[in-house]
């Protein structure tokens, strides 16, 4: 089924409903896919975020309760210039 024959089935589909909230529903999803952004990445990001992946997947990340905690312990540090 092409693309065009799919969105006329669909047309046609959602012109026999009468149910509002149905139909609301539909619209929300709608609404949703038509605010989605898409964006282009460079190479050079695209890079960036696959060694991040890999970097996440051998477990090279600190969590943001744990990086609270160890900003927490620098911050009570006495020996800190201010």
Do not use: C, Y
Not at 5 to 25: P, Y
Not at 38 to 67: H, N, V, Y
Request: cysteine-free; aromatic content about 4%; glycine content about 2%.
């Amino acid at each position: 089924m092409s693309t065009l024959e799919l969105q006329r089935l669909l047309i046609h589909r959602i012109s026999e409903i009468n149910d509002m909230a149905f139909l609301s529903a539909i619209k929300t999803i709608l609404d949703a896919k038509a605010n989605t952004i898409m964006f282009t990445l460079t190479p050079e990001q695209q890079e960036d975020i696959s060694i991040s992946r890999s970097e996440i997947k051998q477990g090279l990340f600190i969590t943001q309760a744990d990086l609270d905690l160890e900003m927490d312990a620098w911050l009570k540090n006495d020996n800190l210039v201010t």
